[in-house]
């Protein structure tokens, strides 16, 4: 399919389109063509500093032999700047012809104002898998005694659950209507001030989550996948979605999964289930029992995140929101407005998930090299002040002096 007019007026010189193959894996060329959002607040920052040790990756791995070719899309405060609209339609089609993009935080009000970029993206580009691979990188301070035995890869479903943004607000002509509704046809006792929201989760959703973490697996030889649900008390959603989980595996996998407890040979994965409030402990507890986790949507968002902090808090936390169709990879962390345009703020977290990228395109002789990389220029006691702080003997320094240190580390 030939680009459109506006994504070719978008293209450096020399840029080329990744294009998808008709067993839906991407075509990858020499000099692709990579959708950017910088983002919010301290975006722009974490941004350049990203983009100087993702470049650097790729010449240190290939020689000049490939090249990423950077192109800025719209979205967020700057996206309203200039087009008085903060996720241009532009955007999403641009998202979608190139395949892949990358981006910083973007604002979301809290209890008011416009809906969430980040959700929005996920839901109009159906980018339902939500991943966020969770491991410590040596020399990270953390506030728990073991965070090396945290190795985790998080699949959390994204278009559904709460996300889906179904809600009316308290005394809404749309709440009273769904509430007297369900008081007379189905017997409900819903205080009629009540604010009213819908939990959609369906069986073809669940499953293409937990299809993608399964894989996963057994791609990447990780000897377990744990289904994370509260199916003991919202059982016809959570516990709906731990049972397609148990259909899946026995439908698809001929005997690839095997249920906890049974007897397992070589090359099978065990797929097993937790309630999610017990899924805390046990990240804290015994954290090297777990390594996959296949989660609803906002199971996915507290465990990755309790997860996170475990090794160093968000600052350090990649992730992607991947579909059948397009990629979008992102910090995992807030915009910070107080310290937009200071030049402080951690990159880690856009590092990493640049790294993500580079696994997605293939690359993977980049994408292994900046991880060890990060960890090196953290031992050498030079950082942002966010690890600064809780590093003793370590020295402040800013978010670009930090990515250049990076960058030297490869």
Not at 153 to 174: C, P
Not at 221 to 245: P, Q
Not at 248 to 271: N, P, S
């Amino acid at each position: 399919m030939s680009p459109s007019s506006k994504i070719k007026d978008l293209l450096p010189s020399g840029a080329e389109l990744i294009e998808q193959k008709k067993d839906g894996l991407l075509d990858v060329p020499s000099q692709p063509a990579v959708g950017f959002i910088e983002g919010d607040g301290t975006g722009p920052d974490i941004w350049r500093a990203s983009r100087l040790v993702l470049d650097a990756a790729v010449e240190k791995a290939y020689g000049g032999a490939r090249r990423i070719h950077w192109v800025e899309l719209l979205a967020g405060e700057k996206a309203y700047a200039e087009t008085g609209e903060h996720l241009p339609a532009d955007t999403v089609e641009q998202i979608r012809e190139l395949k892949v993009a990358i981006k910083g935080p973007l604002t979301t009000p809290v209890g008011g104002g416009f809906r969430s970029i980040n959700v929005t993206l996920r839901q109009v580009l159906d980018l339902y898998a939500c991943i966020r691979p969770v491991r410590y990188i040596p020399g990270v301070p953390s506030p728990v005694k073991r965070p090396e035995a945290v190795d985790m890869v998080i699949f959390r479903e994204n278009t559904e659950d709460v996300y889906a943004g179904i809600e009316w607000a308290a005394g809404s002509g749309g709440a009273q209507k769904l509430i007297k509704f369900m008081n007379h046809e189905l017997g409900t006792k819903l205080d009629k001030h009540a604010a009213i929201g819908i939990k959609p989760m369906s069986k073809m959703k669940s499953q293409r989550l937990i299809r993608r973490a399964m894989d996963y697996a057994l791609e990447r030889g990780r000897e377990s996948v744990t289904l994370v649900h509260k199916g003991n008390i919202m059982k016809f959603t959570e516990g709906a979605f731990k049972d397609w989980g148990y259909e899946l595996a026995q439908d698809e996998y001929q005997g690839r999964f095997v249920k906890e407890g049974a007897e397992i040979t070589q090359g099978q994965v065990v797929v097993k289930d937790r309630i999610a409030d017990n899924m805390f402990q046990q990240a804290l507890l015994r954290p090297e029992e777990y390594a996959v986790l296949a989660t609803p949507n906002l199971n996915g968002d507290y465990i990755s995140d309790a997860l996170a902090a475990q090794v160093g808090g968000l600052g350090m936390a990649p992730g992607a929101n991947i579909g059948d169709q397009a990629a979008v990879f992102e910090a995992t962390h807030g915009s910070a407005p107080k310290y937009a345009g200071l030049d402080k703020v951690n990159p880690g977290s856009v590092i990493l998930s640049g790294a993500m990228l580079l696994e997605h395109l293939g690359w993977l002789e980049a994408a292994e090299k900046i991880a060890p990389a990060l960890s090196r220029a953290i031992l050498a006691g030079e950082v942002t002040y966010d690890l600064a702080r809780q590093i003793p003997g370590a020295r402040e320094v800013a978010c670009s002096a930090f990515a250049q240190r990076v960058a030297e580390q490869l």
